[in-house]
Structures are given as C-alpha cells and as structure tokens.
C-alpha cells in the first residue's frame, strides 16, 4: 500500500521550494491553491483534504527552518513568504545524489555542470519528470542536508 500522504507531501515541499527560489529574495504571498491546485470547500466552508495538507506543508517547512513568513492569511497562503538563508544555500549548493551528472554531456562547459548539479536542479528536473520515486530522493536529500552552521547527524 502506497502513503499517498507522503508523496503529496514530497511534490508539494519540492513546489513550495522551487517557487520561492525562483523569486529569492524578494518575499511573496505563497498561495496553498498555487501548490496544490485549485479548491472548492464544501457546504461548511471546509476546505479539501489535499488542500489542508498542502497548507500544513508550508507551515512544516517554516517550522523547521526552511521557509520564514510575517503572517498566515487565513488558511489559504502565507505572506511575505521567503527561503530562509539555510535553505537558500542548501538548494544552491551541489546535490550529493548526483543523478544528474551522468545525463551531462561531456562537453558541457563546467559551469553549466555546476548549476545542473544543485539541489535545486534536482527539485526542478525531479518535479518534471514526474516520478515519485526520483522526487521522495531530491526532497528527502533537501531535507536530511545539514543545515547551515549544524553539525553533521552521526
């Protein structure tokens, strides 16, 4: 039996940290709709499973360092979101899983090997292959990477 739960979370903490790379470091207004997709809550005003889930997604990421916002709207997006300085350098650094290095052709200038081998290009290529697999591997990577200024786990 798959934990579906947990795959939706993996696509949605590699959405969330590629969207806010991409406009690092300017802050935004991080819409749980713009992650998981649009939603309809129901007669009570209840919002989707999958939507709540997202939402607690973005609030994890936050609560372990990963994203910094100023304040909650509603349960519907988190303003003034940004990456915090770990996470920045963290995606910006190079990907330990190096997958991506063995589909680089050897003639590619170096400095085009660097950036396809960080943790973000991981993220990116994770989300648009669309494997489970391959994005449980570059979040999971993400995830466990000591953090800035941490020592590394035993």
Not at 100 to 113: F, G, K, M, N, Y
Request: charged share 20%; net charge negative; with cysteine.
């Amino acid at each position: 039996m798959s934990d579906i739960h947990i795959d939706d979370f993996y696509r949605d903490s590699a959405k969330i940290l590629v969207r806010l790379y991409a406009t690092f470091p300017t802050p935004i207004t991080l819409y749980v709709e713009d992650i998981s997709g649009p939603d309809e809550p129901d007669e009570f005003g209840l919002h989707h499973p999958r939507f709540e889930s997202c939402f607690s997604t973005m609030v994890w990421l936050a609560q372990h360092d990963y994203l910094h916002f100023d304040e909650l709207l509603r349960k519907e997006a988190l303003d003034h979101a940004v990456l915090t300085r770990k996470a920045f350098l963290i995606l910006a650094g190079s990907s330990v899983a190096n997958e991506l290095h063995d589909r680089v052709p050897a003639e590619t200038p170096q400095s085009i090997a660097d950036r396809l081998n960080t943790q973000i290009a991981q993220l990116r290529n994770a989300l648009n292959e669309g494997s489970s697999f391959q994005l449980k591997a570059a979040v999971t990577n993400v995830l466990s990477h000591p953090g800035v200024g941490d020592s590394p786990a035993l």
